[in-house]
């Protein structure tokens, strides 16, 4: 009886394990590699089979036109002038950025009055679109690489500040607590509650504030540039060249991807260092 009983549970157990692993095997790294290039085939067969027919050509163009642009714009000197003014722009506001974000934030999330008193000024400074200061920082530096910078430093700026105050904010008291009472002094509250405690929060604000730095210097190059990616841009929307202008998206797309994946290995490296990726793990992997 008790054999009888046991063989349809084990039935069940059997085909979800078989369930399962079919499920583990379309979800494989390999495969989603695969449908994400097939996905992406099937998009850029509809775009030349219906640019024209269907889409207006000079908006849209066609992938083979996009594909020749892309090679003249990265086999001309022209070209890589503007990758390169764009990306030292990039690569100057964002770094600056994120230590003036993180300078603000810990000294105002170590002082709590200050933080109290000039939180909702930052909060108000950070309501401005930043688009709407670009006018501005053109008066006081000129249309000249610093102007780009100081645009590209305020996106990452604030994004990091919120983060790192609300983190230090959000340390648990009660462990702070037990490690004083134990004797810690302060630089072991730095290494065992303050340091894991921002590590996730710092990290997730280097990913937010990429992309806004590369958004920020785009913009300000659109409004008055000699070079970069942004001016461009610019330069082939008033030709109404919509191959150029998909090239120049596809250079920042790329950009993006590479700057979003340096940041990530450096997010790993860094907690895997601190001993905090195995706590992280769980999470991630959940379906």
């Not at 996106?155 to 609300?166: E, K, Q, S, T």
């Amino acid at each position: 009886m008790v054999a009888a009983t046991d063989r349809p549970v084990r039935k069940k157990t059997e085909v979800a394990v078989a369930t399962r692993r079919r499920s583990e095997r379309w979800q494989g790294p390999v495969t989603l590699v695969v449908l994400r290039l097939a996905v992406v085939a099937v998009a850029l067969l509809l775009w030349q089979v219906l640019s024209g027919p269907v889409l207006p050509e000079y908006a849209v163009s066609k992938p083979t036109e996009v594909a020749q642009a892309l090679v003249k714009l990265l086999g001309s000197a022209a070209g890589w002038i503007d990758i390169r003014a764009t990306v030292i722009e990039v690569a100057a506001g964002f770094s600056i950025g994120v230590v003036l974000g993180a300078v603000i934030g810990l000294l105002l999330g170590s002082f709590p009055v200050a933080g109290r008193v000039l939180e909702p000024l930052v909060a108000a400074f950070n309501g401005i679109p930043k688009i709407a200061l670009a006018p501005l920082f053109l008066l006081f530096f000129g249309i000249g690489i610093w102007s780009k910078i100081t645009i590209a430093v305020i996106g990452p700026a604030f994004v990091m500040f919120y983060n790192i105050y609300l983190g230090l904010r959000l340390r648990e008291r009660e462990l702070m607590e037990i490690v004083q009472v134990m004797g810690g002094r302060k630089h072991h509250l730095l290494t065992y509650v303050t340091i894991p405690t921002l590590a996730a929060p710092f990290f997730a604000a280097l990913k937010t504030g990429g992309p806004l730095a590369i958004l920020g210097v785009i913009g300000a190059e659109f409004i008055a540039s000699t070079e970069g990616l942004g001016h461009g841009l610019f330069t082939a929307a008033m030709n109404l060249d919509a191959a150029t202008e998909f090239a120049g998206l596809i250079v920042l797309v790329i950009m993006t991807l590479t700057l979003n994946g340096f940041l990530s290995w450096l997010d790993k490296l860094a907690l895997r260092r601190l001993g905090l990726l195995t706590r992280r793990r769980p999470a991630e992997e959940r379906p």
